[in-house]
């Protein structure tokens, strides 16, 4: 009774340390609200370590199927349901990474103007007409 224990105790120790390539490996992005006031900050945008938890995902789906232990069953879909939360994780926050640094790189980007507050950004880095305008008229006072 005490082995079994054990041993189910270290299983499930090992899918917890095992699990979440993007919780250890992505670097989420600054968040969205300080995006026009940060020149730059670094996050990760490569979708490998949420790939790797999505193929890891899918083979404790795998292996609960195809196993008849009960208990080899729920380890399988715990280990599952982590590898999956953490492949959320990382696509979520690549993506959002990915549409930081495109707001980085696009050519209409304006930082804020120290001491008239942050210029609206629309998505992807585009600037409204009268976004453009406001720097340019608070400068000419």
Same mark, same amino acid.
């Given at each position: 009774?005490?082995?079994? !224990?054990? !041993?189910?105790?270290?299983? !499930?120790?090992?899918?917890?340390?095992? %699990?979440?390539?993007?919780?250890? !490996?992505?670097? @989420?992005? @600054?968040?969205?609200?300080?995006?026009?006031?940060?020149?730059?900050?670094?996050? %990760?945008?490569?979708?490998?370590?949420?790939?790797?938890?999505?193929?890891?995902?899918?083979?404790?789906?795998?292996?609960?199927?195809?196993? %008849?232990?009960?208990?080899?069953?729920?380890?399988?879909?715990?280990?599952?349901?982590?590898?999956?939360?953490?492949?959320?994780?990382?696509?979520?926050?690549?993506?959002?990474?990915?549409?930081?640094?495109?707001?980085?790189?696009?050519?209409?980007?304006?930082?804020?103007?120290?001491?008239?507050?942050?210029?609206?950004?629309?998505?992807?880095?585009?600037?409204?007409?009268?976004?453009?305008?406001?720097?340019?008229?608070?400068?000419?006072?």
């Amino acid at each position: 009774m005490r082995t079994q !224990f054990i !041993f189910k105790f270290a299983v !499930f120790l090992t899918l917890v340390a095992a %699990s979440g390539c993007s919780w250890i !490996f992505v670097k @989420p992005p @600054p968040p969205q609200d300080v995006w026009p006031r940060v020149g730059w900050a670094e996050c %990760s945008d490569s979708k490998v370590a949420p790939v790797l938890d999505t193929i890891f995902a899918a083979s404790g789906v795998i292996g609960a199927v195809q196993t %008849s232990d009960s208990t080899a069953r729920l380890s399988s879909l715990l280990g599952a349901g982590l590898w999956g939360l953490s492949a959320w994780y990382g696509y979520s926050n690549t993506a959002k990474c990915a549409e930081f640094q495109e707001l980085k790189h696009h050519s209409d980007w304006v930082p804020a103007v120290p001491g008239q507050g942050a210029v609206r950004v629309e998505r992807l880095g585009r600037l409204s007409e009268s976004d453009r305008a406001a720097p340019a008229a608070a400068s000419s006072r």
